[in-house]
């Protein structure tokens, strides 16, 4: 589905070359779900929007089924099938929940259908559907409309960053079977999700860990969990916040 | 409906939602001549004899009826100054449509100065809706210069809502409040202006009683070369709150000039100003764009959700 070959990145910070991806590859097949997790800092945002093509590599290849979209736009991308829930959703003056979603969907979503996408995320749709987007939203309300619009997209790739944050106990659950639930309803659909949290973790196929802009591990969660969890390495290097409530943090 | 032609009817359309002939009271006034007229038991229109206008008479304790007196010019080279004077009885509730259409295919300057005048009784509540709209593809320019004039009494409230989206290349509009004690007066102003229009909105309001409230808030996009100035003066000369605000997003090669005026003559009034000009955000065209949308597509979203 998602294949990642030799990417770096780098960005000027004070007239400086501040390398944040350094040579990662990454390959993503359909209908898994991959965790993406690591230190803060550690460059998984940075990811994420290469693969939304929000940044473009300096060097490197990207792959989406097949063909090499490295050269495309966010808007090409977005087209043939790649979704992104960003870590700090945007707000918009005037714009509703409504027509977000329906721009989301593409379509001309009736409002009961719209609900529905609310409803998963565990929002009460009725009394978010007309609101704005804009800064009457409390920051959990909000990451989980953006949640919602990546639902909505029905996309063959889904990127989620950090779905998890500001999310309450009660509606962590729920979150966890809406990933859950992704993948059984739509066969070889893929998910990446960028997260610090072991249960999030427990439910991937495969998990990676970036650290320092460079890929430390990668593979089967099975494989890559147990070394992750209380080693005293990743304590070490993993200065994780605490995301407090819905689980244990990881890193 | 009247004798309206087509660009006609769809002027009345775009200025006052009307498909057909309204409810309530109505003056259509259409290429400087009355088109349709019609008073109700607590609404009367009479023309002015002096001067170009009407003069609206709302009983008092009339309840839930409107009035509509849209204007649509469709002669090019047509210049009118009309005069309007509404008198609203104590504690009537009622909705003013005014509006004016502009449809300009030649070459000369056709221009609509709607002088309006409201004396707003005591406790008396008044909603006013009021959309500038231009079209026509002829040289000579759509111009519209309204002045408001609203005087309220003790405990009145009006809400004003303006709109002008599309089309109108020159309006200066000057709007002027007077408040006794507890008249409230919200405005919400909607602008959007393209190619070289140039629209300059000026207000003073003055709250002279105590419990006088204001709350003017404008919200514009300039596109193109255009031009806007917003200026709106807030004098509280009592114990009265007060607030304007100009939220605006610019883009192109568009200028925006907002001047905020704040001007207190009692230790009781409370006087705020806002104002923000910028362009689009990144982050919000990059959230569309990751919807599917391509970067215009995704700035006609975000401008149309802005000025909802
Ligand atoms: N435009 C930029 N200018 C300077 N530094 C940047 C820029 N973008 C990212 N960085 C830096 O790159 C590094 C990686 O950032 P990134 O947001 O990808 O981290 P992350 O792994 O998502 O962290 P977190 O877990 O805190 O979300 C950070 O050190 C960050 O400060
Ligand atoms: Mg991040």
């Known amino acids: ?251 | 409906m009247l004798k309206l032609d087509e660009i006609q009817k769809r002027l009345l359309a775009e200025v006052a939602d009307l498909h057909t002939v309204p409810e309530g009271a109505y003056n259509i006034r259409s290429n400087s001549q009355s088109a349709g007229r019609k008073s109700t038991a607590n609404i009367e229109i009479i023309p002015k004899t002096d001067v170009s206008g009407l003069d609206i008479r709302i009983k008092p304790g009339t309840k839930n009826e409107s009035v509509h007196i849209p204007v649509v010019m469709t002669e090019s080279g047509l210049k009118e100054a009309v005069y309007n004077d509404f008198h609203i009885g104590a504690d009537a509730d009622v909705t003013i449509v005014a509006g004016c259409g502009i449809d300009n295919c030649g070459n000369q300057d056709s221009q609509h100065d709607g002088i309006h005048r409201f004396f707003v009784g005591k406790g008396a509540r008044v909603r006013y809706v009021e959309k500038h709209y231009g079209s026509g593809s002829g040289a000579g320019k759509r111009i519209l210069n309204p002045v408001t004039e609203v005087y309220q009494e003790e405990n009145s409230t009006v809400e004003m809502e303006m709109v002008q989206i599309k089309g109108v290349d020159d309006t200066s509009r000057t709007t002027l409040a007077e408040l006794a004690s507890g008249a409230k007066l919200a405005v919400r102003e909607r602008l959007m202006t393209h190619g070289r229009q140039s629209a300059v909105s000026a207000y003073v309001v003055r709250m002279n009683g105590d419990g006088a409230s204001a709350d003017v808030v404008s919200r514009s996009v300039a596109k193109d070369e255009s031009y806007q100035k917003f200026d709106a003066k807030l004098v509280g000369s009592a114990a009265c709150t007060g607030h304007t605000e100009c939220d605006s997003i610019i883009m192109d090669r568009g200028r925006i000039l907002a001047v905020p005026g704040l001007e207190a003559n009692h230790v009781d009034a409370a006087l705020v100003h806002e104002a923000a000009i910028g362009k689009i955000a990144g982050d919000q065209i990059m959230k569309l764009m990751t919807l599917g949308l391509t970067e215009q597509e995704a700035e006609e979203q975000i401008v149309n959700g802005f000025l909802k």
């Not at chain 1, 063909?67 to 979704?83: F, H, L, M, Y």
């Not at chain 1, 659950?173 to 973790?201: A, C, G, W, Y």
Request: neutral net charge; hydrophobic residues 40%; contains cysteine.
């Open chain 1, 1 to 251: 589905m998602l294949k990642l070959e030799h990417i770096s990145f780098h960005v000027e910070d004070e007239g400086q070359d501040k390398e944040i991806i350094r040579d990662v590859s990454l390959s993503l097949p359909a209908g898994k779900l991959i965790v993406v997790t690591g230190p803060n800092g550690g460059g998984k945002s940075t990811l994420a929007r290469l693969i939304a093509g929000i940044e473009k590599p300096d060097s490197g290849k990207v792959y989406f089924k097949g063909r090499d979209i490295t050269q495309w736009s966010v808007t090409e991308r977005a087209r043939a099938g790649i979704a992104f829930a960003f870590q700090q959703p945007v707000r918009f003056k005037g714009i509703q929940v409504m027509d977000l979603i329906r721009l989301a969907s593409g379509k001309d979503l009736s409002a009961s259908d719209a609900c529905e996408y609310l409803s998963r995320v565990g929002l009460c749709a009725r009394d978010y559907i007309n609101r704005e987007v804009n800064a009457s939203l409390s920051g959990g309300e909000l990451k989980r409309i953006e949640i919602a619009t990546v639902l909505a997209r029905g996309a063959d790739l889904s990127v989620f960053d950090e779905p998890e944050a500001g999310i309450d106990l009660w509606s962590f659950q729920n979150l966890i079977e809406v990933f859950s639930q992704m993948r059984q309803t739509v066969k070889d659909r893929s998910i990446l999700i960028i997260s610090h949290q072991e249960r999030i973790l427990n439910i991937a196929d495969e998990v990676a860990v970036l650290q320092g802009g460079r890929l430390t591990a990668q593979g089967p969660r099975e494989e890559i969990l147990p070394g992750l969890i209380g080693s005293p390495s990743a304590m070490k290097e993993c200065f994780g916040y605490s995301a407090g409530k819905g689980g244990k943090t990881v890193c």
